[in-house]
């Protein structure tokens, strides 16, 4: 028998896939696979209503990527999140402007987080206001990055603690109509714990 036969005719196991314990532990679904190492890096997306059972918020997607397993229980980490195209289209009105800014922090356990905050305004500003809004937004993030670990800094952008910093920020200049971290993702790994398991190494 050949080797890729017997490959193929491996038998295949069930894993469960869950959240960190800072997103509440929520099953987020179940895999099969011969062999347990390509689970490993593999990256699960969810809505946040589906952690926190809030309709209000289906709109805002969350991926996790597997970093370990306990038995038949994958382990995952928060890898980022984004606004659904819809609800992020829904905000955009004429007559208004659209104030992003892309731009990378790390947080205190190393991890390097690409983040997209980005405040809508009720109006037309001027260039120079954008300018200081964008200071502000990035003023806001790193401080917010310098302080937390990764795990609380998803925390606090996915539930709205970090777009209400920059919301009472920006009001300074002008009243937004929406401030929010529209995306997010980590480019680099920082440290993480994981419990002792296979790990594939």
């Not at 990378?104 to 001027?126: E, N």
């Not at 200081?132 to 937390?148: F, G, P």
């Not at 009001?171 to 296979?198: C, D, E, M």
């Amino acid at each position: 028998m050949s080797k890729k036969s017997s490959e193929q005719k491996k038998p295949k196991d069930t894993y469960q896939i869950y959240s960190p314990p800072y997103f509440g532990g929520r099953w987020l679904g179940s895999t099969i696979a011969s062999d347990p190492k390509q689970l490993l890096g593999r990256v699960v997306r969810t809505s946040l209503y589906a952690i926190t059972d809030d309709f209000s918020k289906q709109y805002l997607l969350l991926k996790f990527k597997v970093i370990n397993l306990k038995d038949s229980l994958c382990e995952t980490i928060f890898y980022g999140h984004e606004y659904g195209r819809e609800y992020l289209r829904s905000l955009v009105k004429r007559g208004t402007n659209k104030i992003e800014y892309i731009f990378d922090v790390t947080t205190k356990d190393g991890f390097v987080l690409r983040v997209y905050p980005t405040v809508f305004t009720t109006s037309h500003i001027s260039t120079s206001k954008k300018r200081a809004i964008r200071a502000l937004m990035r003023k806001v993030v790193e401080q917010a990055a310098s302080n937390l670990t990764h795990d609380q800094l998803a925390q606090e952008m996915v539930l709205g603690k970090t777009s209400s910093d920059i919301y009472n920020e920006v009001k300074k200049i002008v009243l937004p109509r929406h401030v929010g971290i529209v995306k997010s993702k980590v480019i680099k790994l920082g440290q993480y714990a994981v419990t002792p398991a296979q790990t594939g190494s």
